[in-house]
Each structure stands twice: as structure tokens, then as C-alpha cells.
């Protein structure tokens, strides 16, 4: 280890002999660890002298802007129009273009379909009628339903009852059936209409069907 005198000495001097990293007897910076040949020229601001000179920025060098023949030419100066004389442009008339007439085109005759007209007698038979025609249709549906439950349950039940009351159910629906359709004959007979959707009858005074909602057409 060297042995450093530390006396009245500044950590950053202007010449070695006042810095405290500077052995006397060797003539050496110890922080640097370089010789020192002049102390009045300490190896430390050299260094930092360096650094600053690195680090200072140059200016940009802006280039000077070439004036060319073309920018320096000067942009030639307008015309003047040529005046026309008030005689000729008197004569002078601009060209209209007459448009044809707009000729509108009649709409056709708005046709309404012709709603059969039946007398009130006619009319509550038929309501009666319809009425019917409905009640026959539910219970066609129920004996279809007892049918298909009686098939279900063939299995519990011997086969004589289940023959015997399947015969029975199959007869009254295929008559009721029957009927069905001279009723419905006979309400068509007397003005109703018959939905193209679900084939439902009603009324010929009627616009859509009450069962599907589907427009109806006399």
C-alpha cells in the first residue's frame, strides 16, 4: 500500500501537488494510475477535457438550397381574353334544349273481387253449419286419439277385447267421416270458401282464414 499525505489538499486541483492521489515520492496518480511527469499539467483534466470534446454535438450542416434556371424563371404572365364586340355577342344566343313534356300515365282501374251476396237465412244456416262441421272434425281427432292409445296398450289387454273395441272406435270415426264430408259439400253448396292453407270452410264475406290466418279468395 502507498502511503498518501493528506494535508490541506483539494479532490479536484489544478496541479498534482495539492491532490491527495498524488504520490510525491513516486510522481504517480494513484486514482488513475498513470505517472505523472508535470505536476502543474495534471493526467486528470486531460481526460476530461477529452470527454467534453467527445461529447459535444456538431451543428448540422444545412445545405444551401441550389437556385435552378427553371425556379428562377418567372412565370409568364396571363393573356387577356379577347373582347367581342356588343353586336356579335347580341347575336350570339345560347342553345336551349326544350325537355318533352312529362306525360303521366294513368294507373289501371283498382278491380276488387266481387264478394257473393247470400241472404241472412242462408248466411245463419251456413254459420250453424260451419259450426258443426267443427265439432265433427274434434271428434274424428279423438276417436284417432282413442285408436292409437288402444294400439299401445294392445299388449295389457286380451285380443278379443282389444279387436272388439278397436272394430267399434274404427267404425264411428269412418261414419263420422262420412258425414263430415256431406256437410262440408252442402256448406260449399250454400257460399263458403274453402282455404287453399289448411283447407279450413268459412264464411265468403271473409278476408283471411281463422284457423291459419292465410288471405282467402272468393
Known sequence: MYKVEVGEKDLNPRSCLNCIFYSTSRRRCLKLGVNVENPDDPPCLKSISKTEEKTEEKAPVIPKAEVTEEKAAVAPMPQPKPEVPEEKAAEIQPITVEKPP????????????????????????LIKLLKDIEDRKRTIKEFADQIQLLDD?????????????????VKKRDEMILKLKELEEKAVSLGAIRCKQCGTLTLPDTKFCPKCGSPLSA
Open 102 to 125: 312529362k306525360v303521366e300515365m294513368p294507373l289501371p282501374p283498382r278491380v276488387e273481387k266481387a264478394v257473393p251476396v247470400i241472404s241472412e237465412e242462408a248466411r245463419e244456416e
Open 153 to 169: 296398450l294392445r299388449d295389457r289387454v286380451s285380443p278379443e277385447i282389444y279387436e272388439k273395441i278397436r272394430s267399434d272406435y
